[in-house]
């Protein structure tokens, strides 16, 4: 639903198929009685005999059985289209009195702007008359009349999408009219609240006394119901908050599964099902569903004081059920305030909190170094799934925006699980090098610089891109990435980015999702000499902003990592060609931005090569065959570049031997491939062909000056295809442009005392 639509939405055609349906249904009414009194009984009164006491009276039976659905179809349709016109008129009333209230009372106006709306100055000052006194507004006045509009934008667009999703439903399960089939689903929100209605009896057993046949039909019945808004609510709401943890702590309690191994594998399916499920219940809005998600934060901290899985406290369990599923967006800030603002209180150095050998709460049958007993590792995967929860839970501090020069304007949670959180080991065995807990928060960290879930389908490679939507960044995932940017590519960045193992292919995926602005950072001499932001257009409102040398630091530590200097590599490379094919060697201005974009092209390579391989000498040793064997493999960036496409602004890489996403998003200047691009991918694809096809051994001797070769060779080669039959090529050949960019590859690649960034990590 539009701004724009709801504003000046009228009606009336609803209400004339409101009336029109509700006409029907007398009629409906009548014939449903005639069926079922007249018809069905004189069939049941008939002394039928031969076939006729079979086929004939099943006939008249269904016959009349059709008409009562006919009827409970007509009156469902009558009430969902009768619900959306009252819902939408009250919306739109409800929309012109807040604006109406902003204009009188805060000289505030709200206009249609594209598809959504601005808000301006209903009467500016100066063209008021004299001696007219106008209301004052603030920002905070602004700020507060927007989300007043968002949320009856938003609840007006659900209002009426839920209608029309319901109308399809009951269209789609019919369409051989009234037949059997429909039947069986004929009035499916009755059929869901009625399931869930059984299957709350059951989970509020005492878990231990379920059989694995009870078990399973609850998992079946959640499965098949886990999207529907209705039986979701009822099911959560049925079952009550505290009983929804003490069901999941009953059916993972590991002792049960010790006498019963087939319950384990039922109670992993559950786990998913029922995350999901309590996941779509919070979406609703309803009271019920406010009161339920806040007695579940209130129980956060509390055991359960029951005696199964260790008497766990809340946040364990519900964190180990929300690792699936989509939730509620600011159920699930509240949540992770409350629960960050625990931890800090009790997680320490010391005594680990959560993982003590005391706590046997073993509540998570995913993952092979995840018990689930910390309630981070759960609730940061929940954020990698919900990209809008993420990204407010990580939101810069209020009136912070722009390049980031101290903690002080790091959001505090961000600030505390990325530098100053003590995680600790939730392996089985208590290994103390497994804490997987670094790997979610990357996860998170994805999801709220990127707009995607970490693992969302279109970042599988099997899913297509929307044309349209593949860029989804925003001012706002803008801020986040700010952050991490000056928190990795910090003093400490070198140290995080090794320490924290499972992050760096993350931390890789949003460097290439950043690519754009990364280099419009980089280019120029410093944030204000010689920076040109047109040479790197942005592609969205509020772009990323990390400063000159916060981007250079935050590109070299992102190189010391072999997987993260592939993807942004890879990223870098992709989106320096897009550029010269958006703006090829036909006129000077063109000329100008392809020659900024090499420059900082050989620049970015030149930074995230030199801090791999300074890298690699430092953690194996100078000239070692050790660093030699890693700065080669680094060499092969170009299998990143396997498979690659473009589409909808963004070129989607392969990211081999990943845990998470399979695709990286790297942001494109072009809305598809171009020549340059195409010419590129198809010959890195072919050099990682002769790449494994060679001699290991030749691959490390001299691996060094090879590899800076090579990556001055990709910039060459950019370089030359560029220019080739350009009228430009002589004035890229006088003012020396090929000299200038391999002086600046070589400037921060091999020679070391120009370099720029962070230093190499070494281990304490």
């Known amino acids: 639903m539009k701004f724009e639509a709801l504003l000046h939405g009228n009606f009336s055609s609803l209400g004339t198929a409101v009336t029109d349906w509700t006409e029907m249904i007398d009629k409906l009414e009548s014939l449903k009685w005639d069926a079922e009194e007249v018809l069905q009984g004189r069939a049941k009164k008939a002394d039928w005999a031969g076939e006729n006491a079979t086929v004939t009276r099943e006939f008249v039976t269904k016959t009349s059985k059709e008409f009562g659905d006919a009827y409970n179809q007509a009156v469902t349709i009558r009430n969902i289209l009768q619900d959306a016109r009252d819902e939408l008129i009250g919306y739109r009333d409800e929309l012109k009195r807040t604006i109406s209230s902003a204009e009188k009372e805060k000289n505030l106006t709200v206009v249609p702007s594209g598809t959504g709306w601005m808000i301006q100055m209903n009467v500016h000052p100066d063209r008021a008359g004299k001696g007219v006194d106008l209301p004052e507004h603030s920002q905070s006045d602004m700020d507060g009349l927007s989300e007043d509009i968002k949320r009856i934008v938003k609840n007006a667009t659900e209002s009426d999408t839920s209608a029309a999703r ?57 499965d098949n119901y886990k999207d529907d808004p209705l039986f979701a609510e009822r099911f959560a709401t049925g079952l009550g908050p505290k009983k929804s943890l003490e069901f999941w702590a009953g059916v993972a309690d590991p002792y049960q599964g010790s006498y019963n191994p087939d319950r384990g594998d039922i109670a992993k399916k559950l786990q998913k099902s029922l995350g999901i499920t309590l996941g779509t219940a919070t979406l609703s809005d309803s009271i019920d569903m406010q009161t339920w998600e806040n007695k579940i934060i209130e129980l956060g901290p509390q ?40 931890d800090k209180e009790h997680n320490s150095k010391d005594l680990p909190y959560w993982t003590s050998n005391a706590d046997t709460a073993d509540l998570n049958f995913y993952g092979k170094s995840d018990r689930g007993r910390d309630p981070m590792n759960g609730f ?119 320490e924290q193992e499972g992050i760096s292919d993350s931390l890789g995926r949003m460097g290439a999702a950043y690519i754009d602005d990364i280099n419009n950072s980089v280019s120029g001499i ?47 490379h992709i989106y320096s060609l897009s550029v010269l094919d958006d703006s090829p060697a036909n006129s000077e201005a063109h000329y100008q931005r392809g020659k900024d974009a090499l420059l900082t092209d050989a620049e970015v390579r030149g930074i995230l090569d030199h801090s791999r391989a300074q890298q690699a000498e430092t953690t194996y040793g100078a000239n ?75 691959k490390t001797q001299d691996a060094r000056r090879k590899f800076f070769a090579a990556g001055a060779d990709d910039v060459g080669k950019a370089y030359d295809a560029y220019f080739k039959d350009s009228r430009f090529a002589d004035k890229a050949d006088n003012d020396d442009l090929d000299r200038d960019l391999k002086d600046m590859y070589y400037a921060t690649g091999p020679n070391e005392d120009k370099y720029r960034g962070r230093p190499p990590y070494k281990k304490d």
């Open 624 to 698: 070692s065959e050790e660093a030699n064997k890693s700065i080669a493999k680094s060499g092969e960036w170009g299998k990143y570049l396997i498979g690659t496409g473009v589409a909808a602004g963004v070129a989607m890489v392969p990211v081999p031997g990943s845990t998470g996403a399979a695709i990286a998003l790297a942001p494109v200047a072009t809305e598809a491939a171009g020549e340059m691009l195409n010419t590129f991918l198809g010959q890195k694809v072919d050099e990682a062909v002769d790449s494994a096809n060679a001699d290991p051994m030749d």
């Open 526 to 572: 410093s944030d204000n000499a010689g920076h040109d932001p047109s040479e790197f257009p942005a592609k969205y409102p509020g772009r990323a902003e990390f400063g000159n040398q916060g981007a250079i630091d935050f590109l070299s530590v992102l190189g010391q990592d072999e997987k993260s200097h592939g993807i942004v590599t890879a990223a870098e």
């Open 380 to 498: 940061l995967e929940a954020l990698g799934h919900n990209p809008e929860a993420s990204t407010e839970f990580f939101a810069a501090p209020p009136g912070e925006n722009g390049t980031i020069d101290n903690d002080s304007e790091l959001n505090e949670n961000l600030k505390y699980l990325a530098k100053e959180r003590i995680w600790h080991s939730d392996a089985p065995m208590g290994d103390p090098d497994k804490i997987v807990g670094y790997d979610k928060l990357g996860h998170a960290l994805e999801s709220a610089t990127t707009g995607y879930a970490y693992d969302a389908p279109e970042l599988s490679g099997k899913h297509p891109m929307v044309p349209g939507s593949g860029d989804r960044r925003t001012a706002e995932t803008a801020d986040v990435m700010e952050q991490v940017a000056y928190i990795y590519g910090g003093e400490d960045g070198p140290k995080l980015i090794h």
């Open 166 to 222: 319901v109308l399809r439903m009951l269209i789609n399960q019919s369409p051989y009219g009234f037949s059997e089939a429909y039947y069986q689903d004929r009035d499916h929100a009755a059929k869901a609240l009625a399931e869930a209605d059984k299957i709350i009896g059951l989970a509020k057993k005492d878990p231990s006394k379920l059989t694995n046949t009870e078990l399973a039909h609850i998992n079946t019945v959640l």
């Open 303 to 342: 055991r359960l004081e029951i005696d199964h899985a260790g008497n766990p406290q809340g946040f364990q369990v519900m964190s180990n059920l929300m690792r699936f599923g989509e939730y509620d967006k600011t159920f699930l800030t509240n949540y992770g305030n409350d629960l960050v603002s625990f």
